[in-house]
């Protein structure tokens, strides 16, 4: 499940083509208000979201187990399609797909392996604008599923 959570911002993010774009930011983890189904041996510090000219382009800021900061950053086009790493790649998946929703508060992810699903993502933008709420559906290598919430506060 942790290699699921790595790219947790990328599906967030397909950006929107307006300047308010609802998940450009900083965010932060809200671990109060979070529930993770499984271990995740680099948590979540920080990401960074910026959309721009047609491109959105994530940071995550992690730490792994043995205190050692790791960066993920990926880009893909604002209306959807296959993510581009450009460092740090997760473990665990051969293809990601983000896309926005009609509703720009609104964002899907799809990360396959090997032609196989092996996690879905879906996360709103509260109303307000203050916070994100993901839904990460995995399927382990054996076929059993889980279920992780993860809430994000704009900083």
């Known amino acids: 499940m942790y290699r699921l959570l790595y790219p947790l911002t990328l599906f967030l993010l397909a950006g929107s083509l307006f300047a308010a774009d609802p998940f450009a930011g900083t965010w932060k983890p809200n671990t109060a208000k979070s529930k993770f189904a499984g271990p995740d041996p680099a948590p979540l510090k920080e990401m960074t979201i910026v959309s721009e ?3 959105e382009t994530v ?21 959807g399609g296959l993510v ?3 460092e740090g790649v997760p473990p665990g998946f051969s293809s990601v797909i983000a896309k926005r929703k009609a509703d720009s508060r609104i964002a899907d992810q799809t990360d396959m392996k090997d032609g196989k699903l ?5 996360a709103v933008v509260s109303a307000d604008g203050k916070s994100i709420r993901a839904v990460i559906k995995a399927i382990d290598a054996q ?8 809430v994000l506060d704009k900083q």
Do not use: C, D, M
Not at 71 to 78: R, V
Not at 118 to 122: D, G, K, L, P, R
């Open 59 to 79: 940071t995550e800021k992690r730490t792994t187990a043995n205190g050692s900061p790791l960066t993920i950053k990926w880009t893909f086009p604002t209306t």
């Open 53 to 55: 000219g047609g491109t």
């Open 84 to 86: 581009q790493f450009l």
């Open 118 to 122: 092996v996690a879905t993502y879906h």
């Open 143 to 150: 076929g059993k599923t889980s279920e992780s919430v993860v």
